[in-house]
């Protein structure tokens, strides 16, 4: 794979340089995230979707790429950062190299970079948009993360018909494939909407219940969703996860707010306050739900953040409705949430 010099200039002037596979130019916010597997998973999220993804673990590409294990076909995150990128991959399930299966949706590489530097910077000073070229030149614009409509389908399609359970209809604002696969494995039908669909589409398709998926973006700037969120669940019961945690918690009246650099990676730990035993969880989110703006709306907190007390849970006082921050799924991380399904799937007269 041809490499050449190039940098990462973030938008407060600092420069990170490396090696670069792959053409052209590209700009988004820089993030990272500190899982030390996954990065199929990672790149193929769609809450990464226009954005550049520094990744700390020091060597990435160790065990090439698993199709089965893919959130998506193709790649969502617009660029990758790492240390070192291992083009000559090792394990029975790897059908390519990361290099390769990157290059061909065109998302470029940056290796060579002193990714443990770049992610003290951020953890300073907060994620901020950056661009990545073979020459800096400053002037680095904001980044437009509004990408919820460009990620998620256009059209209701079923994904899994064969259950003998409940019928999920999951509203896409930008879906983990693994989320569907969950569902499914725990004997769900389930069917998949646009995030354009109205409440009159949801009951028309006679789902038992609703599940609001993760995506990218400010939730704050997504008010027809988290109306959407509201009126779904005022009439079906209803899980959200990630943004759609968010969203459903703006229909209600709360209020969202930016993490300084958020929760990205697969070891955060969160209490339940309903007895349950505490829980690591896999995260990949940029807001978060403001705890008082809570205040006055039907909503309770029901799980926090072991680290910085932020909100990681909610659920309705009198509604079969609650929500979670993190990713029950994980892919990648833990699975120690993903009893989540169960309990949802429960409330609606299903699972195990």
């Known amino acids: 794979m041809t490499k050449e010099r190039a940098y990462l200039e973030l938008q407060d002037g600092a420069i990170y340089p490396g090696l670069l596979s792959g053409d052209g130019e590209v700009e ?18 769609a809450s990464y979707a226009g954005q550049i993804v520094v990744l700390t673990f020091p060597e990435i590409g160790i065990y090439g790429v698993d199709p089965e294990a893919l959130e998506a076909a193709a790649p969502r995150a617009r660029a990758l950062v790492v240390r070192e990128l291992q083009e000559v991959p090792s394990h029975a399930t790897s059908r390519m190299d990361l290099g390769t299966f990157l290059a061909q949706a065109n998302v470029p590489i940056l290796s060579d ?28 614009k904001d980044a437009d ?4 409509q460009e990620m998620a389908t256009r059209e209701t399609y079923w994904f899994s018909r064969d259950g003998a359970g409940p019928t999920v209809g999951v509203i896409d604002f930008g879906l983990k494939e693994d989320i569907l696969r969950q ?13 354009t669909s109205t409440p009159g589409d949801v009951d028309r398709a006679g789902v038992d219940g609703v599940l609001l998926t993760n995506g990218p973006g400010d939730p704050s700037r997504m008010q027809a969703y988290a109306r959407l969120a509201h009126d ?50 896999s995260q990949n ?3 978060a739900v403001d705890r008082e703006s809570l205040a006055g709306t039907p909503l309770e907190v029901s799980e926090v953040h072991l680290n910085d007390g932020t909100v990681e849970g909610l ?3 009198a509604r079969p409705v609650f929500s979670v921050q993190y990713h029950p799924e994980a892919g990648p991380g833990p699975w120690e949430a993903r009893g989540t399904f169960g309990r949802f799937l429960r409330s609606l007269g299903g699972g195990e």
């Not at 988004?28 to 999220?45: H, I, L, N, R, S």
């Not at 569902?183 to 995030?195: E, I, K, Q, S």
């Open 28 to 45: 988004g916010e820089v993030v990272f995230t500190t899982a030390m597997t996954g990065y199929g998973e990672v790149v193929t999220d």
């Open 113 to 140: 970079v002193d990714t443990r530097a770049l992610a003290r910077h951020l953890r300073t000073l907060g994620t901020m948009s950056g661009r990545i070229a073979r020459s800096p030149r400053g002037g680095v």
């Open 145 to 148: 993360c509004q990408l919820v």
């Open 183 to 195: 569902l499914r494995d725990a004997g769900a039908r389930v069917l998949v909407l646009p995030p």
């Open 232 to 281: 779904v669940s005022e009439r079906h019961p209803t899980l959200g996860i990630c943004l759609g945690h968010q969203l459903l918690a703006l229909g209600y009246g709360a209020k969202t707010f930016k993490l300084p650099f958020g929760h990205r990676g697969a070891n955060h730990p969160v209490r339940h306050r309903d007895g349950r035993p505490g829980e690591v969880t």
């Open 285 to 287: 989110h940029g807001y």
């Open 315 to 317: 659920r309705h006082n």
